[in-house]
């Protein structure tokens, strides 16, 4: 089945045309910060249309921002693109004249990775998107948890507390995981030990070149990261997880050592181990989940 994968982004969206996993048509759309919820669906509807042309498309997926409600289509919340009770899927379905489903934009990538990418062949497969913040999603032979905005809010994986009373995080609560294992706060504890400003590339190449305190910064991104998946595993006991965005080009320089404390600590490791991966579809696993949609 050919569909349409749109993957919604606080400053830009990827729409792909997609058959068994492969994008055949793409294209990109800004989501201005000044434009209200009618201009971003316009524009996105109009991408489409031209992307649409020449291909029997049977469906559309919709990755969002946010808490969404697979039930009515709406995205409930969003604090990236500010929205409130926008029914997204049927006004893009309705414009597209398309059937529609929508999921978190994290699962949707989830889902992407465990179909087509790096957790293809385990049946539960629990994904980690680590940028400017941390996106989760869990998928469970082929399909991310949804039904309600209570399963649907399940994976927000970068808001499980793990320093209590720690870094204050963008969502208001202290010591979340996205203060710690984001790229931003890779950047911003680099910036605190060495007096530089850097990126979370600019770390990760430090540490490549030598430089000791890029490799403290990296140990304890390791060491959190490590800790939060022994946590997700003995919870939702993954075959494997996946790590995607930015920092997964970096992966040979964590992964070992994430792996080792999985193995060490996830409880029953011997029996039942749990292994991360980098992920392999990168910036299209969000399209590509969200055109698996079913």
Known sequence: MISLGIDLGGTSAKLGVVEDGVILAAATVATRADSDYEGIVHDLTEAAKGLLAGYRVRKAG??????????????????????SDAPLRDDIGRELGLPALIANDAKCAALGEALYGAGKGFRRVAMLTIGTGVGGGFVCDGRPESGSPYADAAGIFGHMTLYP????????????????????????????????????????????????????VIDEFSRDLGTALVSLANILRPECFVIGGGVSASADLFLPAVNETLRREVYGSSHAPVKAYAAKLGNAAGVIGAASLR
Do not use: H
């Open 62 to 83: 919709i990755g969002s921002p946010g808490l969404i409600d697979s039930v009515t289509g709406k995205v409930c919340y969003s604090n990236n693109i500010k929205w």
């Open 165 to 216: 009373g720690g870094r204050v995080c963008n969502c208001g609560r202290k010591g979340c995981l996205e203060s710690y294992c984001s790229a931003t706060a890779i950047a911003a504890r680099a910036r605190y030990l060495t007096g530089k400003k850097m990126t979370a590339k600019d770390v990760f190449d430090a540490a490549r070149a030598g430089d000791a305190k890029a490799q403290t």
